[in-house]
């Protein structure tokens, strides 16, 4: 199996504070695919607060970019077969329902 990273993003507009019911949701999700044995790492939530961008010579400022209308709140790392199975699990993630997205990446392992 291989494994895919999914890459949680969300609008720089958005209310950041989930409510207990939404963390719940998410939580069903994450168990869900568990119980398919297909969550390999359940992954982090990303601060938004406490994050510094470093650039080239030495240009470090507060904060991810704020450039982009969107930032990533976390990932999850999962392993199936294909993309489009994990694209498949990432369909159920409550994120949708707040106007977010994911991003499915396929982790290339470093030999």
Same mark, same amino acid.
Request: glycine fraction near 4%.
């Given at each position: 199996?291989k /494994?895919? $990273?999914?890459?949680? #993003?969300?609008? !720089?507009?958005?209310?950041l504070k989930?409510?207990? =019911?939404?963390?719940?949701?998410?939580m069903?999700?994450?168990?869900?695919?568990?119980?398919?044995?297909?969550l390999?790492?359940?992954g982090?939530t990303?601060?938004? /607060?406490? $994050?510094?961008?470093? #650039?080239?010579? !030495?240009?470090?400022?507060?904060?991810?970019?704020? =450039?982009?209308?969107?930032f990533?709140?976390?990932?999850?790392?999962?392993?199936?077969?294909t993309?489009?199975?994990?694209?498949?699990?990432?369909k159920?993630?409550?994120i949708?329902?707040?106007?977010?997205?994911?991003?499915?990446?396929?982790?290339?392992q470093?030999?």
């Amino acid at each position: 199996m291989k /494994e895919f $990273a999914l890459i949680f #993003r969300l609008s !720089n507009q958005m209310e950041l504070k989930t409510t207990p =019911e939404q963390i719940q949701e998410r939580m069903n999700w994450l168990a869900s695919i568990a119980a398919q044995n297909k969550l390999a790492d359940k992954g982090n939530t990303l601060s938004n /607060e406490s $994050a510094k961008t470093v #650039r080239a010579e !030495n240009v470090v400022t507060d904060g991810p970019y704020t =450039e982009i209308k969107e930032f990533i709140s976390g990932y999850v790392i999962v392993k199936t077969d294909t993309i489009d199975e994990a694209v498949e699990l990432a369909k159920a993630n409550p994120i949708f329902k707040m106007g977010g997205n994911i991003e499915v990446r396929e982790i290339v392992q470093r030999k």
